[in-house]
């Protein structure tokens, strides 16, 4: 059984360069910072990017991103930077958001649109009685820039939701990071109510703030606006990174505890070439297994109240020890510690 | 900046004449010694003292603007240098017997040049002085410029922590209370998308200077992030901080700021929240000054 084969990788070459890392590099420039510095190493030029036809990978905006940390050299960059992300320059996708009818809806719309809107981090959107939960996963490897990333892309939709919805929701953030040493710039960027050292990276907020309506909505106009953002995201090399893809894949699967061989057959390729595209994306299958097997555990914790003996039986761990034992690996955590963390 | 450093192109002219004049003036006297005459310590002991007074030349040049001070310390450094260079051309240069005036070059200039240096750093001392207190109530007793904000004339977060650290030790020794005041925009976000960034941070400078004029001498600003200011208030109780912290809400609210553009009123509104110190180290004070700030500005967000 093989799934769609469409997927991006981190070389393809498929973000806009003059929509979000044009964001990036206007903060620069606005910075006072050299053109040419911030963009060593990128493989572009600025006059390029100018033209408007201009697509950069993954890996490239990934070093555009360590360039510019790196010139700025601020404890608020990415904050900053995610301010002015959403609903952001990216032409229908952005207007799709802008007119939502309420944050709800334009949140789906971020998890639809994610290979437009937000490339290098997929958003996922679990709901349950009392909350939306939506997390954050790394689609290319980030590697370092996996902190900024996240910071950006909470900045963003908080700062979006404030903008559209005219207030200030009662947003709550779990990260996986430890507490940082620049704790006053996530106080004043994003809110007070932060949990570091967490098993995921996630925010939440209660679910009937989704429904209230967004004074500017445009129904009409909205609909529109997202066919022809759907449109743009078929025109690309695939709606979702290989990592976002094969986390998916393995969420309908990971009863069956699958093995690389089976993934790789329904992806159509090779064992080798799975493992040798992840390597790439700084990961493993191993990895990739875990980390599903971990926000499933961590989904039925929260959204279905089970506990270690359901969550281990429903894993197909062969008992509840075995499961605490692979859930430490994981995440550090005892399984109840963890469910501490993120139900407070 | 390379805009200073063009400020003392005839300070480097007249150096580079005056070396160049003594290399001559060797030259016509004396005779070339050989390479084996060389005295490979002495050259690299000079010649190394003579690169470092130059070295020390450009970076007082390139960090001063012109003046008095810089002036003194320019000769200063000037003659330093070209009495190390004269005693390193003899490395190089046999001179007869006969002629004593090299002996004059190469003794008298440095004395010359560390009296005008020592009379350069001693008003560079006063100069100082009078720019402490300009910096009042941005900086106290301790200074780390990697603790400068990049954007706004105070101190960052870190060196906020760092003098909140110092003061709760000073203010605990002395039985005197420490209170905190924190002060932020409302709805920065908003001027930001109708104003543009550039006008946000034009706004963030002004503020600078609005919160330090409406502070006392012994207090210190510092912006802890983004539209965040706090100031520390040493020797203050928790009602007289109340008291300036509202003074300062008022001075935010009746600021007529008017934008870059098209000089239109910006209409600014502020929250602020105070925090008396108890018994606590400054990461917890600082987090009980951010509730408080929080629920300032949102009184009905949390009753919901």
């Not at chain 2, 001027?191 to 034009?202: I, P």
Request: aromatic share 8%.
């Amino acid at each position: 059984m093989t799934i769609a084969r469409r997927w991006y990788e981190r070389d393809s070459r498929l973000i806009a360069a003059h929509q979000q890392p044009a964001v990036l590099i206007d903060l620069c420039l606005g910075r006072g910072i050299n053109s040419h510095k911030l963009l060593r190493g990128v493989g572009v030029f600025h006059e390029d990017i100018l033209a408007g036809q201009l697509r950069i990978s993954p890996e490239q905006y990934l070093r555009l991103i360590g360039n510019a940390r790196q010139l700025l050299d601020a404890d608020d960059s990415a904050f900053l930077f995610g301010q002015r992300l959403l609903p952001g320059h990216q032409g229908a996708a952005s207007q799709a958001l802008a007119l939502a009818a309420n944050l709800g809806e334009a949140l789906a719309l971020l998890v639809e649109l994610r290979a437009l809107l937000t490339p290098l981090l997929a958003p996922r959107l679990v709901l349950d009685a009392d909350y939306a939960y939506l997390s954050w996963h790394d689609a290319c490897g980030a590697g370092e820039q996996l902190d900024f990333l996240l910071e950006a892309s909470m900045a963003a939709v908080v700062a979006m939701s404030r903008r559209l919805g005219g207030e200030h929701l009662p947003w709550r953030f779990h990260l996986r990071r430890a507490r940082p040493r620049q704790i006053e710039q996530y106080w004043v960027h994003l809110g007070e109510d932060l949990h570091f050292a967490g098993p995921c990276d996630l925010l939440r907020l209660p679910r009937e703030c989704l429904t209230q309506p967004w004074p500017q909505a445009a129904q009409t106009a909205a609909a529109v606006a997202a066919r022809q953002a759907r449109e743009a995201l078929c025109a690309l090399e695939g709606p979702a990174s290989l990592l976002d893809s094969l986390n998916r894949w393995l969420l309908r699967h990971v009863r069956e505890a699958p093995s690389l061989e089976r993934a790789a057959e329904a992806f159509g390729m090779s064992p080798a070439t799975l493992k040798r595209k992840l390597k790439k994306h700084h990961s493993s299958y191993q990895e990739q297994l875990d980390r599903v097997r971990l926000d499933v555990a961590l989904y039925l914790y929260q959204v279905h109240g089970f506990g270690n003996d359901q969550v281990a039986s429903h894993l197909r761990f062969h008992d509840a020890t075995n499961f605490r034992r692979s859930f430490k690996r994981w995440t550090g955590l005892s399984p109840s510690a963890a469910r501490e963390l993120i139900r407070v | 900046m390379p805009t200073l450093l063009r400020l003392h192109r005839l300070k480097f002219l007249a150096l580079l004449l005056a070396a160049n004049l003594g290399l001559l003036l060797h030259l016509a006297v004396g005779d070339l010694k050989g390479i084996t005459e060389w005295v490979w310590l002495d050259i690299l002991g000079e010649g190394g003292s003579a690169f470092l007074a130059l070295a020390w030349l450009g970076l007082i040049l390139k960090s001063r603007p012109a003046g008095r001070v810089t002036n003194l310390l320019a000769l200063g450094l000037g003659c330093v240098f070209f009495s190390w260079w004269i005693d390193l051309l003899d490395e190089f240069v046999r001179m007869p017997e006969s002629i004593v005036w090299d002996h004059w070059l190469e003794s008298l200039p440095m004395p010359v040049g560390l009296v005008l240096l020592t009379w350069g750093i001693y008003h560079w001392h006063h100069e100082q002085l009078a720019i402490s207190v300009q910096l009042e109530k941005r900086e106290r007793l301790f200074r780390e410029h990697r603790q400068f904000d990049k954007l706004i004339p105070l101190g960052t977060a870190d060196y906020l922590r760092r003098q909140i650290e110092l003061e709760l030790v000073e203010s605990r020794r002395q039985q005197r209370p420490l209170s905190l005041v924190a002060i932020d925009l409302d709805d920065f976000d908003s001027l930001n998308q109708r104003f543009g960034h550039a006008e946000g941070d034009a706004v963030l400078q002004a503020l600078t200077q609005l919160l330090l004029l409406n502070l006392r001498r012994q207090d210190l600003l510092c912006r802890l992030a983004g539209d965040r200011f706090v100031a520390l208030l040493p020797d203050t109780g928790e009602s007289q901080a109340r008291q300036i912290a509202e003074e300062l809400r008022l001075a935010v609210a009746s600021l007529a700021h008017r934008s870059r553009q098209h000089g239109e009123r910006l209409q600014l509104r502020a929250s602020v929240a105070c925090a008396m110190a108890l018994e606590e180290d400054a990461e917890t004070l600082l987090a009980r000054l951010n509730q408080a700030l929080e629920r300032a500005k949102r009184p009905l967000a949390l009753s919901a």
